[in-house]
């Protein structure tokens, strides 16, 4: 019969038997190496990248010829049992308005698809990384937490400095291949209110909801523009600038965040309002993954949503933009 005795021994099992583990609690959406060093064997490591080849690199490293002293100089291979995504995966093709538009979240079923052929199994904390020497590298694991996040997952954070940080602190790296056996993460449904499409876009300038553009200055201005995924420089109506080098702090070769009120002090400075609704945009929604996880996640603004089709889906849909040329 089932007592209170039952429960104890079942709590001692799930504890103290061998070989298992008890899941981590995550200290908030970033963690850095230490914790995750602390913590390996109690949450999933996903690691997000572009090119699947650098998974087997080894890292390299620079010695001073004078000091003798050792410093990294490009962050190969992989942390020991992380999962590889494959970020060019991680966005697809659509059609909107009967033009085809690229780079967008792909659907439950899909995203779905793509947890499990990366071998991500539900149950368990999620910690995403990727190679952390450039800011996008930090935003394709922004871009990957936001589309889980889309999706129903909340265990989630990213390394701060992703492997660049890990190797910096000493950290052992594997080069070895690996071939995940399939997960049964399951997708859930999409949270409508993290993401903004072109007739939420239009709407927002209608009504002055603050939108913010995470793309270098010279791409805000109308400068230049990145061809040929944008048919014409400038921003949107009503939008300010968040560039790219003021929300990231490089650390060697690695890019770490800033801290919460330097973030602040940089929000202030660009006018944007950390605590009101807000659409972030880039060229293809991956810079503004950045954006979006810094004022939604860090800052703990939820009323911010991410405008997937970005600049690329704006001017390739003839919508107006604002620049110095317009």
Known sequence: MFNRWSLKLGLWVALCAPGLTVAATLPGPVV???????????????????????????????TDPKSGKKTLAYAGGHIEGALRVDFNKARVDRTVEGKKISKLVP?????????????????????????????????EAARLYWTLKLYGADALAVLDGGNAAWLQAGLPISTAASKPTAGDWEARPLRSDMLAEVADVE??????????DARPLPQFLGLSFKRPSVMAGGHLPEARNLPTDVRFRA????????????????????????????????????????????????????????????MHEWTTLGRPVVGLGS
């Open 203 to 212: 709407q927002a300038i209608k009504t002055k909801v603050q939108i913010v």
């Open 251 to 310: 650390q060697g070769v690695a890019q770490h965040f800033l801290t919460t009120e330097e973030y602040r002090g940089v929000f202030a400075a660009q006018s944007i309002v950390v605590d009101r609704p807000t659409v972030t945009y880039c060229n293809t929604g991956h810079m503004a993954a950045g954006s979006w996880f810094i004022q939604s996640e860090i800052l703990g603004n939820q009323q911010v949503r991410l405008y997937d089709g970005s």
């Open 32 to 62: 850095d190496v230490a914790w995750l060093k602390a913590h390996l064997d109690q949450v999933v490591v996903l690691d997000v990248r572009s090119d699947p080849s650098s998974w087997t690199v080894a890292p390299e490293f620079h």
């Open 107 to 139: 659907d439950a079923a899909q995203v779905q698809a793509l947890m499990r052929e990366s071998g991500l199994r539900k149950g368990r904390p999620i910690v995403i990384t990727s190679i952390g020497e450039a800011p996008f590298e930090i935003e």
